[in-house]
């Protein structure tokens, strides 16, 4: 068996052709067939009538999800790039082509997916555009397929192509240690522990014990799933699925490997690293990195030897935070921690670089103390400069570096920093917090910084200060007052958007009629339905109900208003009050409130009495 991986942009259709060529809907969260988007690994088993097959690996194409894209890349050897037939290549695609050139994909074939959606005599048209746009990437000149999954089109000759493709990959190396990165986790009743994942190299047969890494445990493999089947033995290259009945769930997770007795997990390697050019810039002799390697992401070094920077390859050591397996010739690639810019990939060399290469100054060792002394508790440059005995402007640079490798973390108003670890355990306590209040309310925006700072015990003026630097590096989001996770999508329940729709009806003979925001507001509270009070705030967040003066609007009528005082400004260049007011068939007490509101929203310019489009408005339209 080998490992076809999907890729491409968001929305482009991977998980309904993996459906379609399999059967299965790669989509195993209900949250993902909700929304028709992938958040995570998805897997599907590709068979032929003459024994060949594969395991599909299909990832997330949302650049929030990257990581869990990386997670399962790894594996792949046959990749399917998906794209569009009418938004042709885009971003996300170029990026996931980016990151796969590092790793172990050996062919590609480019997939022009919804070409029903386009006449037959721009299919070649769509067909050139890709093509074009994939040069100077890993998959300039490869074979386009075009296909539709709601007609079924050309999906015959794909699957033959894939056959053909499958059949030709030559086989993985079987007579090496057992290498199986963990990319997930969970029980089954009566059986205990299950891990899933891709086997690298190496086989595995029934009965065996095997090492989970890091932390070398025995693990006693009493059965071996591929694909819903069981199977006495499995080697190289195909998904597997073992149970691990003396492993307990909450000692093992994605990032761990299951391996042979001869793999154990280190945290310094030699490696041939290749920059990508665009990120050049960013790579100096030491690096902050955030490393992918098997199914695990960690933080670390990159450190080049002899302190020289290459722009073609370079050796370097790369020294993590955290153990992870891996070995002569294994395939990673390296990010920025913050924001996580791609920086390249490479091969590792050899093991065992020596801890002394990379040892930390009696100052930086100093700084660390004090901050993990403190933890939560913020420490200023001065703390530091006294601590390690340095001047100031020394002492920043020592919290530069360590600022680099996140132990420690900067805070602002005042300029403060706080011991990396502490704040990665809070932000974890807080997504929890996050996810479990977006589970049980989904239709509010967040929860407040008050409600988190009661929850955790934690003073709120201090938690604010750590959120929001956590938030601009885009780990968490801060909207209207509510913080919440970086996927949270509010949505309404079926309830809450007919009590909403009724509360503020559309009059097709004033359809520019508002409601007295107070009565509303008022209804919202005395409503006997659940959420009410946040659905209702969720709804002027995002802008599906805006406040006027004392009246309210639906989001719909204001993107009316704005489209023809847009298109009558356009035409006259002014006007005035009474022919706003008759441009909308409204009453003085409407117009005037409104008027202000799109002064103050940048869409028009009050001179006197007349209105004119501002600028920024009149470039949009």
């Not at 790793?103 to 074009?132: G, Q, T």
């Not at 490393?291 to 370097?316: C, D, H, I, K, P």
């Not at 920043?396 to 920093?417: F, N, Q, T």
């Not at 847009?566 to 035409?571: D, G, K, N, P, V």
Request: glycine content about 8%; some cysteine.
């Amino acid at each position: 068996m080998h490992i076809v991986g999907t890729a491409g942009h968001v929305d482009h259709g991977k998980s309904a052709l993996v459906a379609a060529l399999t059967g299965t809907n790669p989509d195993r969260l209900v949250e993902e067939q909700e929304r028709g988007m992938t958040l995570d690994l998805g897997f599907a088993h590709l068979r032929f009538d003459d024994g060949v097959e594969g395991g599909i690996v299909d990832v997330p194409g949302h650049e929030r999800f990257l990581h869990n894209m990386l997670a399962g890349a790894a594996g792949m050897e046959l990749l399917l790039l998906i794209v569009d037939a009418v938004e042709g290549v885009m971003p996300q695609t170029l990026e996931h082509l980016q990151i796969l050139q590092f790793l172990n994909v050996r062919r590609i074939i480019v997939v022009v997916s919804k070409i029903d959606l386009i006449d037959e005599a721009e299919r070649d048209d769509a067909a050139r555009r890709i093509a074009e746009h994939l040069q100077g990437t890993i998959a300039a000149s490869s074979p386009i397929y075009p296909v539709s999954v709601v007609t079924g089109e050309n999906l015959d000759t794909l699957r033959n192509v894939l056959h053909e493709e499958l059949a030709a990959l030559p086989p993985r190396n079987t007579d090496a240690p057992a290498y199986l990165p963990v990319d997930r986790v969970f029980s089954l009743p009566g059986l205990g522990t299950v891990v899933t994942g891709t086997l690298m190299q190496g086989r595995i047969e029934t009965g065996e014990t095997l090492m989970v890494e890091p932390g070398g445990k025995a693990a006693h493999v009493r059965s071996i799933g591929v694909f819903g089947s069981t199977r006495p033995s499995v080697e190289a290259g195909a998904r597997v699925a073992l149970n691990l009945p003396g492993i307990d769930r909450h000692e093992i997770e994605r990032g761990h490997a299951i391996v042979g007795r001869e793999l154990t997990a280190r945290t310094n390697f030699a490696v041939r690293f290749v920059p990508l050019q665009s990120a050049l810039s960013l790579i100096g002799r030491r690096t902050a990195v955030r490393a992918y390697v098997g199914s695990s992401e960690v933080l670390g070094t990159l450190v080049a030897q002899n302190g020289s920077v290459n722009a073609n390859e370079m050796r370097a050591n790369l020294h993590l935070r955290e153990p992870v397996v891996a070995f002569p010739g294994l395939r990673f690639v390296l990010r920025r921690p913050s924001p996580m810019t791609l920086l390249g990939g490479g091969h590792v060399e050899a093991l065992d670089i020596p801890d002394d290469a990379d040892t930390e100054g009696a100052a930086e060792r100093a700084a660390v103390t004090l901050l993990r002394e403190r933890g939560l508790q913020p420490v200023d440059l001065a703390a530091v400069a006294l601590t390690a005995n340095l001047r100031e402007r020394a002492a920043r640079d020592v919290l530069e570096r360590l600022v680099e490798r996140e132990e420690a973390l900067p805070i602002e108003r005042p300029a403060e920093y706080v011991d990396g670890a502490a704040a990665r355990v809070l932000l974890a306590r807080v997504i929890e917090g996050l996810r479990d209040a977006q589970e049980r309310e989904s239709w509010a925006m967040g929860v407040t910084s008050l409600a988190l700072s009661r929850s955790l015990g934690i003073g709120e003026p201090l938690l604010v200060r750590i959120m929001e630097r956590f938030v601009s590096e885009g780990r968490l989001l801060h909207r209207s007052g509510y913080y919440c996770t970086v996927d949270h999508d509010p949505a309404l329940t079926s309830e809450q958007r007919a009590f909403f729709d009724h509360l503020v009806p559309l009059d097709e003979e004033q359809p520019f009629l508002p409601i007295p925001f107070a009565g509303a507001a008022a209804a919202v509270k005395l409503a006997k339905l659940a959420g009410a009070v946040k659905a209702f705030d969720t709804l002027l967040a995002r802008g599906a109900l805006v406040k006027v003066g004392d009246d309210l609007y639906r989001g719909s009528q204001i993107a009316d208003i704005r489209t023809r005082v847009e298109t009558l400004l356009s035409e006259r260049e002014r006007m005035t009050a009474a022919e706003f007011r008759d441009l909308l068939g409204t009453s003085r007490k409407y117009a005037v409130p409104m008027l202000e509101w799109l002064d103050g929203h940048g869409v028009t310019i009050r001179s006197g009495d007349f209105r004119t489009l501002r600028r920024t408005a009149a470039s949009r339209s």
